[in-house]
């Protein structure tokens, strides 16, 4: 079993920055490859980043990119999603997902293809 507990979301203007964090406990964090997605009141969950074992590989939704970044310490067992640059429509519950053995080209989208979720973290931007 692995938990994922994610913090850092809050209320932030539009044009700020936030910092989510998800911490991860059980078994060992660099056999994962993480993701993070997030749901809109109303709206149904989608993708926003992933990152491969190593970190060697990193993938964005188009709504996001040149906006938010992903990373990962292993030694720290972290995944974090910096936002930068924030709209209101970023606003959302947000989702740390580890995928213990993904498969195809597309893994990284497929929330189905993830193992364990966290519990989520709201962010808020105002406009």
């Known amino acids: 079993q692995v938990q994922l507990v994610e913090s850092g979301g809050g209320l932030v203007q539009a044009g700020g920055s936030l910092r989510l964090s998800c911490a991860a406990s059980?078994?060992?964090?660099?056999?994962?490859?993480m993701g993070w997605f997030r749901q809109a009141p109303g709206k149904e969950r989608e993708f926003v980043a992933a990152i491969t074992r190593s970190g060697d590989t990193i993938y964005y939704a188009d709504s996001v990119k040149g906006r938010f970044t992903i990373s990962r310490d292993n030694a720290k067992n972290t995944v974090s999603l910096q936002m930068n640059s924030l709209k209101p429509e970023d606003t959302a519950v947000y989702y740390c997902?580890?995928?213990?053995?993904?498969?195809?080209?597309?893994?990284?989208?497929?929330?189905?293809?993830?193992?364990?979720w966290g519990q989520g973290t709201q962010v808020t931007v105002s406009s």
């Open positions: 059980g078994r060992i964090f660099s056999y994962y490859y």
């Open positions: 997902a580890a995928d213990v053995n993904p498969r195809g080209s597309t893994w990284y989208r497929e929330q189905t293809g993830y193992d364990y």
